[in-house]
């Protein structure tokens, strides 16, 4: 039972309203029992006093008689109900009665001078009136206290209820949640404030998963065309060579082939490899200190073929020396990825530059082209795997459209970023920022 969250909400509003209504009539019985106590102490003291105050006029009608006096006021204050008595010393002059044996009573007395004696006056009476009444207020509330209980666990079954009940709307709408209709968004009308949070968080959940879903469905079919390729390629040479007999100038032909194709296919898995273990996290770094402006000057050395074979001018800012401490492999390739991706896309007598630039915090890394360059549209999501801006970016330039995204995981993985700027015809700038 207690494992409902209504039972429980219910259960603990329950408990709240007994302990407020318990305390409530404890303190409402303390102050009615107090009031009527002190109402009834003022009564005494008033009667009192007024017999004080008659004692000494009826020694003196009666000739200093004191047992005579002491009568008279005992009559004529007995007319209240209450017990009189008045005394001299230890002796009793005059008295109206004495209480019941063990009767619970309460009394005031004082003293009053006459003809040079003293005497004291004391009235008493029962309390038996007040129990009475504070007996009948004790009865309606232990009579009334299961009822309001009662009504109290009911009021807050239903409260809880209605409370709950856009949880069981949203419920619902999960459960008929499906990877195949991950656009659906949670609905709840006139939501209060708190749920309106949680309602909006798990919405933002489901467009996170919406948009992780199809990035991953488009990554295993980009995956699946690219792989598809280089496989279809192998196979229809080999299937070529196999058909008929041939010379061996053919049969080396073929194998060039096979073995180019075998080469892209090998690239490829490993750099979907490389990403799906940074995806995992398993991929730690190798860090040490060296300097990045030799490995930016040996990676412009090695690019400088390509550069010069599509008749481009390749220049290196890399003057003085900056000391890093990161993983010098990975960075390699990252400056790699940029530089071929800057000439891949460049026309002939365009000009690539890359440059270093050191600040108090960070690295600049700065890969400038004067290529094709890339449309604003385009430019937010040149990071993501497989991507293509358009189709002068194609599979005959060599790539997969996983450079970008690999040059995006290094930065991350150094702490630093990555940024694009680019216009079309005129060129594009991509900008690594690496924290020292």
Request: aromatic fraction near 6%; proline fraction near 2%; charge should be negative.
């Amino acid at each position: 039972m207690f494992r409902s969250f209504r039972s429980r909400l219910t259960t603990l509003y329950l408990v709240l309203f007994s302990l407020l209504f318990i305390l409530f009539s404890l303190f409402l019985y303390g102050e009615l029992s107090r009031s009527l106590l002190l109402r009834l102490d003022q009564t005494l003291a008033s009667e009192v006093d007024t017999a004080a105050g008659l004692f000494p006029d009826e020694f003196q009608e009666m000739r200093g008689d004191a047992l005579l006096a002491a009568r008279e006021v005992v009559n004529e204050m007995k007319v209240h109900g209450d017990l009189v008595t008045v005394r001299e010393g230890g002796k009793v002059l005059a008295s109206s009665g004495q209480p019941a044996p063990g009767a619970r009573t309460r009394g005031a007395s004082r003293i009053a001078e006459a003809g040079g004696r003293t005497f004291e006056i004391e009235i008493v009476t029962s309390l038996d009136p007040i129990d009475a009444e504070l007996a009948v207020v004790r009865r309606i509330i232990f009579i009334g206290l299961p009822l309001v209980l009662g009504l109290a666990g009911f009021g807050g079954y239903v409260l809880a209820t209605r409370t709950l009940r856009p949880l069981a709307s949203m419920a619902e709408q999960a459960h008929r949640i499906t990877g195949t209709n991950l656009e659906t968004r949670i609905q709840v009308e006139n939501a209060a404030s708190e749920l309106a949070v949680l309602v909006a968080s798990f919405n933002e959940l489901l467009s996170r998963l919406d948009h992780s879903f199809d990035t991953m469905r488009r990554f295993v079919a980009d995956a699946s065309h690219e792989l598809r390729t280089p496989i279809s390629v192998i196979r229809g040479e080999a299937d070529v060579a196999l058909s008929q007999q041939r010379g061996n100038g053919e049969y080396r032909e073929s194998l060039g082939i096979v073995l180019d194709e075998s080469r892209r296919l090998s690239r490829l898995v490993d750099d979907l490899l490389n990403l799906a273990r940074a995806d995992a996290g398993h991929v730690k770094l190798q860090t040490h200190d060296f300097y990045l402006n030799e490995l930016l000057t040996e990676c412009c050395r090695s690019v400088q073929g390509l550069a010069g074979t599509r008749q481009l001018t390749l220049e290196c800012r890399a003057d003085g020396d900056l000391q890093f401490t990161g993983d010098e492999q990975l960075l390699r390739r990252l400056m790699i990825n940029l530089l071929d991706n800057a000439i891949r896309y460049t026309p002939a007598g365009g000009r690539v530059t890359a440059s270093l630039e050191a600040g108090p915090e960070s690295v600049l890394l700065r890969v400038t082209d004067t290529g094709i360059g890339i449309g604003p549209e385009d430019a937010a999501r040149v990071f993501e795997r497989f991507y293509r801006a358009d189709e002068a970016r194609s599979r005959q330039d060599g790539g997969f459209g996983l450079g970008l995204a690999i040059v995006k995981w290094i930065a991350e993985a150094h702490r630093g970023t990555v940024e694009c700027s680019s216009e079309r015809g005129r060129g594009t700038s991509f900008t690594v920022a690496l924290t020292r």
